[in-house]
């Protein structure tokens, strides 16, 4: 290791527009080596990535896909701030790679534009050169080198393609010199800035001509507040210079635009041939995507096939029932294996079954991410928002709280985390905010135990409807409805505002990488398996402990010498009556053993305790502490009734499943069943709009950056959804005229 | 003077200027809705809004209360 290898890696940032491929170039030139996180105060990711070439290191900071460089907001101010170094949470980069879409030159060197002024050195990745001929572009690569004054690489970034000659050109950024860049203001507006920045130094205030420039153009006065530079009457400096601006013929903000449109046909003029080609296929599929009655019939017919797949017993059906299979045999393996005891329930009710619960619907998770990664890498999400826009700007939101509300119904902290697509900060919030209201995969086996254990099967319409399926589809729509409503209150009281614009790009389809689908597919399928190995895991093996302990057998000791008794009579009896009645003894005994040693327990105490808050709800204190324990997350809710309803009944634990331990449950010593419609339909409404999970939260709070939302999102859900619990039971049970209990 | 919001599909339009100096504006603005430039309706999504248009080599949408802020002369008038 030579001794330049020890000193810090180059500093290089990257930027581009949307839909350049920028992701895909980062990932290619960084491989595995990459970190992200958040900048402090806003919801910007920060990601970087480093790698090694000739000795040097160079570490990549990867700026947020964007059209330009003018900010509005503190998102789109972190762009700026990392590019002039006025961030101390990061380095000044040393230079600038910008990525241009070869296709798309026009649009795409207007941001360039921009970043030529900060005077950085700067190299151009010219991508996606092969998309670019199929709509008859060729590009003069040299001569377009020329006119910038800065090297520009052909790239095509999928295909890893001229990655290395990038890394080349990088390395030897060092010796390279910033660009010479005429700006391309008129005159009068170069005057004013020049003005400008004079007085500000007579104030002892230095800025660079960039943020001078951009104190001019930004007449929603976000940069002057945000940057507070030359005091009081310098404000009234700006105004008048804008004054002078506007009647010299050159008025801000759209100088701004005209002046780097102009300069880019200038730079652009005999670089770019365009040879006329018969409509790319691109443009024909568009036609009929976006076609008002085929492009309706086809979303329709494309979101029933996702969800038909998700949910049907062929597809996700098979790998389910083998990974279920696997559980109940390792179940069985370590139940039979080991003495009975403590750590036999721990391994078999705890750990087997909480998180053999979850990891069940690892398949379901998977093949809806499948969809959503190969519909966003093919350029049909952005045709799906604005196919939706119209519908959602009835509740004040955008279609593009489309794609975070789909992904939601897989998980909701992808969705979360989607909506940073959406640019407007208000219809983010109220999306990140409605978004755990989609009925996730977690709340499936909530809806799917409760349904196969109480709602009575009808079918109509020769079977192609049936009362089930009705059920589970009803669920879903609770939420969404839910939704509907949240989101239409939002945007008329506590995030109130103007409807924001609706100006989206859309990009040409091109087949899906299947390196980048089964990339996608793998790290969420992964998460949720790390979910369920430590997030799950853990509350399983605490609410097993909670069930266990303190596990006092004295409470029931006359009742287990009873027991005893009845074991060693059972033994030597040979009456057949007498069996039989012994035996009914027996069980009746274990039940009150285990009854009595669960109530007895910690979780049985909390029950117990919250047990007036659930009983409006038609709940029982068991039912209340099952959902005490899903808080952390909903998934827990299957092993927690597992244990509840089977504990210390260990014998008959494997050969019953929890659907008929449901349906044979009582309220506490009386023989009227505890579970009926209307509770099982309280239940699923309260796990359809409950914020039980905590993983979602902790999203919320990292994109917020504030712990406002995340409270507000667990108090308003939870208020939802007692609510809609108790609504849904009282009318469940006056239509079928069930007796609400009262025990 | 005439605006982006009332074309049929098909109809190819040059830009004259656009309304106004906020946000919106300068959004259209750096998206490429510039004065001179040309640009043709290629649709409209099926409940009448968002506008699909073609400029400068790309596909954008806009809704019609920011389309309604484009100020165009038609082509062939």
């Given at each position: 290791m030579s001794i330049q290898q020890q000193t810090e890696p180059i500093a290089v940032a990257l930027i581009g527009n949307p839909n350049t491929g920028k992701s895909t170039l980062f990932n290619a030139l960084s491989g595995v080596r990459q970190r992200t996180g958040n900048y402090p105060g806003v919801t910007v990711e920060k990601k970087h990535g480093t790698f090694r070439i000739d000795d040097k290191a160079i570490e990549l900071i990867d700026l947020p896909g964007s059209y330009s460089l003018a900010p509005r907001s503190p998102d789109e101010m972190v762009a700026v701030d990392v590019l002039l170094g006025r961030l101390p949470a990061e380095r000044k980069p040393q230079a600038v790679l910008v990525i241009l879409d070869a296709g798309n030159l026009e649009r795409n060197l207007y941001i360039l534009s921009q970043v030529l002024e900060l005077r950085l050195p700067t190299i151009v990745a010219l991508n996606m050169i092969d998309a670019a001929a199929e709509k008859g572009v060729t590009v003069d690569v040299e001569l377009l080198s020329q006119r910038l004054g800065v090297p520009v690489i052909p790239t095509r970034a999928n295909q890893g393609e001229g990655v290395q000659d990038l890394r080349k050109a990088l390395a030897n950024i060092e010796h390279q010199a910033p660009p010479e860049y005429p700006s391309p203001f008129p005159p009068a507006f170069r005057e004013e800035v020049a003005g400008l920045q004079g007085q500000l130094v007579s104030r002892n205030v230095s800025a660079p001509r960039y943020l001078v420039e951009r104190l001019l153009l930004d007449t929603s006065g976000y940069l002057e507040c945000e940057l507070k530079l030359g005091g009081e009457d310098f404000h009234q400096l700006i105004e008048e210079a804008r004054k002078r601006l506007k009647e010299s013929g050159a008025p801000v903000p759209a100088v701004e635009a005209m002046s780097r449109y102009g300069w880019v046909r200038e730079t652009l003029r005999g670089v770019v041939e365009r040879k006329p080609v018969p409509p790319p296929l691109s443009d024909r599929i568009d036609r009929v995507m976006t076609h008002p009655i085929f492009g309706t019939i086809f979303f329709a017919l494309l979101m029933m096939l996702v969800f038909t797949t998700v949910f049907s017993d062929y597809v996700a059906g098979v790998p389910m029932g083998w990974i279920e299979a696997g559980f109940e045999w390792l179940g069985e393996l370590v139940g039979s294996n080991l003495a009975e005891g403590p750590f036999r329930s721990l391994l078999v009710d705890g750990v087997i079954a909480g998180v053999g619960g979850v990891l069940v619907f690892l398949p379901q998770i998977c093949i809806l991410f499948f969809f959503i990664a190969i519909l966003e890498d093919c350029g049909y999400m952005a045709r799906a928002a604005y196919l939706m826009d119209r519908l959602f700007s009835n509740i004040g939101l955008s279609g593009k709280s489309f794609i975070p509300l789909l992904s939601s119904f897989a998980c909701a902290i992808p969705g979360v985390m989607a909506t940073r697509v959406i640019e407007n900060r208000r219809d983010r919030l109220v999306t990140m905010l409605i978004a755990p209201l989609?009925?996730?995969?977690?709340?499936?086996?909530?809806?799917?135990?409760?349904?196969?254990?109480?709602?009575?099967?009808?079918?109509?319409?020769?079977?192609?409807?049936?009362?089930?399926?009705?059920?589970?589809?009803?669920?879903?729509?609770?939420?969404?409805?839910?939704?509907?409503?949240?989101?239409?209150?939002?945007?008329?009281?506590?995030?109130?505002?103007?409807?924001?614009?609706?100006?989206?790009?859309?990009?040409?389809?091109?087949?899906?990488?299947?390196?980048?689908?089964?990339?996608?597919?793998?790290?969420?399928?992964?998460?949720?398996?790390?979910?369920?190995?430590?997030?799950?895991?853990?509350?399983?093996?605490?609410?097993?402990?909670?069930?266990?302990?303190?596990?006092?057998?004295?409470?029931?000791?006359?009742?287990?010498?009873?027991?005893?008794?009845?074991?060693?009579?059972?033994?030597?009896?040979?009456?057949?009556?007498?069996?039989?009645?012994?035996?009914?003894?027996?069980?009746?005994?274990?039940?009150?053993?285990?009854?009595?040693?669960?109530?007895?327990?910690?979780?049985?105490?909390?029950?117990?305790?919250?047990?007036?808050?659930?009983?409006?709800?038609?709940?029982?204190?068991?039912?209340?502490?099952?959902?005490?324990?899903?808080?952390?997350?909903?998934?827990?809710?299957?092993?927690?009734?597992?244990?509840?309803?089977?504990?210390?009944?260990?014998?008959?634990?494997?050969?019953?499943p929890l659907r008929e331990k449901l349906q044979a449950a009582t309220w506490d010593d009386t023989d009227k069943p505890l579970f009926n419609l209307p509770v099982a339909l309280s239940v699923m409404v309260f796990f359809a709009l409950c914020a039980q999970c905590a993983a979602t939260l902790a999203v919320i709070k990292r994109e917020t950056n504030s712990w406002r939302w995340p409270i507000f999102t667990f108090v308003y859900m939870t208020t939802l959804a007692y609510v809609g619990a108790f609504a849904i039971y009282r009318i469940a049970a006056f239509l079928t005229e069930t007796p609400i209990v009262s025990v | 003077m005439k605006t982006l919001s009332g074309f049929k599909v098909g109809d190819r339009v040059t830009v004259s200027s656009i309304e106004g100096d906020d946000d919106i504006s300068v959004r259209l603005l750096e998206m490429g809705l510039v004065p001179g430039v040309e640009l043709e309706v290629v649709g409209y999504a099926p409940l009448g809004d968002p506008i699909e248009i073609e400029l400068i080599g790309y596909r954008l949408s806009l809704r019609k209360s920011e389309a309604s802020r484009v100020l165009v002369t038609d082509k062939f008038s």
């Open positions: 989609m009925s996730c995969s977690a709340r499936i086996p909530v809806y799917v135990v409760m349904i196969a254990a109480f709602v009575p099967p009808y079918s109509f319409a020769g079977g192609l409807i049936n009362s089930h399926a009705l059920t589970f589809a009803g669920m879903y729509l609770v939420g969404i409805v839910a939704a509907v409503i949240v989101a239409f209150v939002l945007k008329k009281t506590i995030l109130r505002g103007a409807t924001p614009p609706f100006v989206l790009e859309l990009p040409s389809y091109k087949w899906p990488s299947m390196s980048t689908v089964g990339l996608r597919v793998a790290e969420k399928g992964w998460s949720f398996i790390r979910r369920a190995g430590t997030l799950i895991f853990a509350s399983s093996v605490l609410v097993w402990a909670a069930a266990y302990y303190p596990h006092n057998e004295a409470i029931v000791a006359p009742e287990l010498e009873r027991l005893a008794a009845v074991e060693t009579e059972l033994e030597q009896a040979t009456d057949e009556e007498k069996i039989a009645a012994l035996e009914e003894e027996l069980a009746a005994l274990d039940h009150r053993i285990s009854g009595a040693l669960l109530r007895d327990s910690y979780l049985g105490r909390a029950g117990r305790w919250i047990e007036p808050v659930v009983r409006p709800l038609g709940w029982d204190w068991r039912i209340g502490c099952a959902t005490l324990a899903s808080f952390p997350a909903r998934e827990v809710i299957i092993g927690t009734l597992g244990v509840i309803f089977d504990m210390g009944d260990e014998e008959e634990a494997e050969s019953l | -």
